[in-house]
């Protein structure tokens, strides 16, 4: 396949913004799944991840009848809270991602949350898609499922084409106030050159999304090259330490470069020291399953980045999320990664 000729590993997408503002629903939509009907409250409280093989996004932007070859194997999306307790999980899903998704609902615009995520995406010079989602709240919506947005605006009556514009305006201008230029993307000629790009979706009835996952995939395969290019240093944070029936307490990582294989010995920061352990199983949930969901999982003999993984390993009770792990090399000393493994 077209995938490894280039030998870049799949771009790390992270969507944020504030509460409800449809994060969550949008990956449903795009899996073909129902996590958010199966939150507590409908509140995200995970850090959440999703492998998209290339060939299902070239699928769902058939519509658009751009060229099939994405040069990326596939894209790996990390879900975040937008519920104000979760902070630090924000800030943890931003520090791991290529891109970001900022979503902001089209009815209550820029919002407390959305401003925090944008904050983080400055601060760390994080390029981002901004998703106005909700378009289908718009009065008299006419749903096109699946639509590009373009075609879809098309269909809709001149009152539902004018509350469009009005505020998208009123959104554009919120993000004046921030500092931040931002067009309808098929409108922007300055994308990458300080003006950001909105792709209007519903997560509902799928408008929009086409144009929201050719952008990601075009976007940073034509921007990132270098920066996708696949190493094989490995680059691996703990998003979270599990029970999982059957298995024990496990970690949930996500894998930015290099291998991971069964038997690995592995260092990683605990609340008593630093763990040192080996990987008895490397699993993953299937393509386009969420990470967090209890499910079933794949078993693999090793796994190069981009993924989302879960690692089942003797002695992680103690591990704690947000650090990084460490693979021992055959020449590496265990006394200096155990000691770099407890500086996070
Ligand atoms: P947190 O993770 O808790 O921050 O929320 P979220 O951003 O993931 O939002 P979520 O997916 O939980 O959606 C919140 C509510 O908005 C749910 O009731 C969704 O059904 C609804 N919703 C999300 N997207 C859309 C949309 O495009 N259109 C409409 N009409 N409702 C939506
Ligand atoms: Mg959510
Ligand atoms: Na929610």
Not at 166 to 187: D, H, M, P, S
Not at 245 to 271: A, K, R, S, W, Y
Not at 336 to 344: N, Q, R, V
């Amino acid at each position: 396949s077209g995938q490894c000729e280039y030998n870049l590993r799949s771009p790390i997408c992270c969507i944020m913004g504030h509460v409800d503002t449809g994060k969550t629903k949008l990956l449903d939509c795009i899996r073909g799944t129902n996590v958010q009907e199966g939150e507590a409250g409908g509140i995200t409280q995970q850090i959440g991840a999703t492998y998209f093989p290339a060939e299902n996004i070239c699928e769902r932007t058939k519509e658009l009848k751009a060229d099939a070859n994405l040069k990326v194997p596939g894209l790996l999306v990390i879900d975040t809270p937008g519920h104000e307790s979760f902070t630090n999980l924000r800030s943890r899903g931003s520090g791991l991602c290529d891109i970001a998704i900022l979503v902001v609902d089209i009815m209550h615009g820029l919002e407390r949350h959305t401003i925090e995520s944008l904050n983080l995406l400055k601060m760390r010079n994080t390029n981002f898609i901004i998703a106005l989602n909700k378009v289908d709240r718009l009065y008299g919506w006419k749903v096109c499922h699946n639509a590009s947005i373009v075609k879809a605006m098309k269909q809709q009556s001149k009152d539902v084409q004018f509350e469009f514009r009005t505020r998208l305006t009123q959104v554009i201008t919120e993000f004046k106030e921030q500092g931040i230029n931002t067009e309808l993307y098929y409108k922007n000629k300055d994308m990458g050159k300080g003006t950001f790009s909105i792709v209007p979706t519903s997560a509902i009835s799928a408008e929009g999304i086409p144009d929201l996952l050719l952008l990601l995939v075009q976007w940073t395969a034509k921007t990132m090259s270098e920066r996708l290019t696949y190493n094989n240093i490995v680059q691996c944070t703990v998003l979270e330490v599990k029970v999982v029936e059957g298995l024990g307490t496990t970690i949930d990582v996500i894998l930015v470069n290099g291998v991971l294989h069964e038997g690995d010995q592995i260092v990683v920061c605990g609340m008593q020291g630093p763990i040192v352990t080996s990987i008895r199983a490397l699993l993953t949930p299937f393509p386009m399953k969420e990470l967090r969901v209890k499910g079933s999982y794949e078993h693999h003999k090793e796994i190069k980045a981009s993924q989302g993984i879960k690692i089942n390993a003797q002695g992680l009770e103690h591990a704690i999320a947000g650090t990084s792990l460490y693979i021992v090399g055959p020449d590496d000393d265990v006394e200096d990664i155990k000691e770099a493994a407890m500086k996070d």
